[in-house]
């Protein structure tokens, strides 16, 4: 069964926690994004990673880590540093072949709340 | 960074009927304008996607128009049906194979 896996589906925080938001895929795809989604509001970038043991912070990084040690696996930490973490957090990974070479698609999510 | 106006917000169409949502972009990178589609609690899902030297794509009851020297394209569902009822974002291109995504359209379909 091949896709985008997310990890935990629902995850609750306390403040002060840093939690780690799982990323797996078997696509061989070798770039992969994660994204924040707020209610009416699109989708925003966190981080993105061209490549394995590489990685480029997205438009709203701050309070966020990630790794890219495996081509397979793009973990997400959300740190204390992070002031408002409640939100759905989404994995892309992106195609470079397909119909246009570079397709995104997305995994499940994950739906984090701070408690 | 790129930005993309995304309208309407929501949209409430009867069955059957078009629903059309449009998007504006600023600039594009490379060659790829999307559609998603996401149900509530789901992840966004490709629906159709565009070259902009293409005025039109149809898929089934999806069409995108696209206009470049309007820097607007927009999507049109036809025969609108209840299992359209989601919320779709456009998406245009920016440097280093990144997207910009617009704010979303609810669209409900009444039977």
């Known amino acids: 069964d091949g896709g985008i896996t997310q990890s935990p589906k629902y995850l609750f925080r306390k403040e002060g926690q840093n939690v780690t938001l799982s990323c797996e895929q078997n696509l061989n795809h070798d770039a992969m994004y994660w994204y924040r989604q707020d209610p009416g509001q699109g989708l925003r970038l966190i981080y993105y990673s061209q490549i394995v043991n590489d990685f480029q912070k997205g438009d709203i990084a701050e309070g966020y880590s990630v790794s890219r040690e495996k081509k397979e696996s793009f973990p997400l930490t959300v740190t204390s540093a992070q002031k408002n973490p409640t939100a759905f957090y989404l994995c892309?990974?992106?195609?470079?072949?397909?119909?246009?070479?570079?397709?995104?698609?997305f995994g499940p999510g994950t739906r984090l709340t701070v408690l | 960074q790129q930005q993309v106006k995304q309208s309407p917000q929501s949209l409430i169409v009867q069955k059957g009927g078009i629903s059309i949502i449009n998007c504006a972009y600023e600039?594009?990178?490379?060659?790829?304008f999307p559609w998603y589609q996401q149900f509530p609690g789901k992840g966004p899902a490709l629906l159709i996607a565009i070259r902009p030297d293409v005025s039109e794509k149809k898929e089934g009851r999806f069409t995108i128009s696209f206009n470049k020297s309007a820097k607007q394209f927009s999507l049109h569902i036809m025969d609108s049906q209840p299992g359209d009822s989601a919320t779709y974002f456009c998406?245009?291109?920016?440097?280093?194979?990144?997207?910009?995504f617009g704010a979303g359209t609810t669209v409900t379909v009444r039977a």
């Open positions: 600039n594009t990178a490379f060659d790829y």
């Open positions: 892309a990974t992106r195609t470079s072949g397909g119909n246009f070479g570079n397709e995104q698609f």
């Open positions: 998406a245009a291109p920016r440097a280093d194979y990144k997207l910009s």
